[in-house]
C-alpha cells in the first residue's frame, strides 16, 4: 500500500512539473507574438513614414518596413527557439539562456513581466526536482 502511495505522490509531481514546463513554453510562444505583432506594427509605420516624402516608390516603404520588422522579429524567432530549447534542460548555458531572456523581458510591464515569472517558476520547479 505505501509503495503506491508514494508512486502516486511522484506521478503527481510529475504532472505538475510537466504542466509549468508547458505553461512556460506558452509564455514564451505569447512573448514571441506580441513581439512579431510590434516588429509588424512599427515596420508598417515606419514604412509609411517613409513613404511621405515627395518622391517616394515601393522601395522607400519597402526600406522602412524592413528595418523593423527584420530588426525585432528575426530576434523574437531566434530567442523563442533558442528559450523553448533550453527549458528544463541541465547545463549551464542552457539556463544562462532562459535567465538572461526573463531578465530582457522583466522591464517589458506587464506582459514581459507576467511571461518572466511564468517561465522562472517552472525553471525553479524544475531545478528543485532536479537536484
Excluded: H
Aim: proline share 3%.
Amino acid at each position: 500500500m505505501q509503495k503506491s502511495d508514494v508512486l502516486e505522490n511522484q506521478m503527481l509531481v510529475d504532472e505538475a512539473l510537466a504542466e509549468k514546463i508547458n505553461a512556460a513554453k506558452i509564455a514564451v510562444n505569447v512573448i514571441t507574438l506580441f513581439g512579431l505583432f510590434i516588429a509588424l506594427f512599427t515596420g508598417v509605420m515606419l514604412g509609411i513614414f517613409n513613404s511621405t516624402v515627395p518622391n517616394a516608390d515601393a522601395s522607400d516603404f519597402a526600406l522602412g518596413f524592413s528595418a523593423f520588422f527584420f530588426g525585432i522579429g528575426v530576434p523574437c524567432l531566434i530567442f523563442q527557439l533558442l528559450v523553448r530549447r533550453a527549458i528544463a534542460r541541465s547545463g549551464l548555458w542552457n539556463q544562462a539562456v532562459v535567465w538572461c531572456y526573463c531578465i530582457i523581458l522583466m522591464p517589458l510591464f506587464p506582459i514581459g513581466s507576467a511571461a518572466s515569472a511564468v517561465i522562472l517558476f517552472a525553471q525553479i520547479s524544475w531545478m528543485r526536482t532536479a537536484k
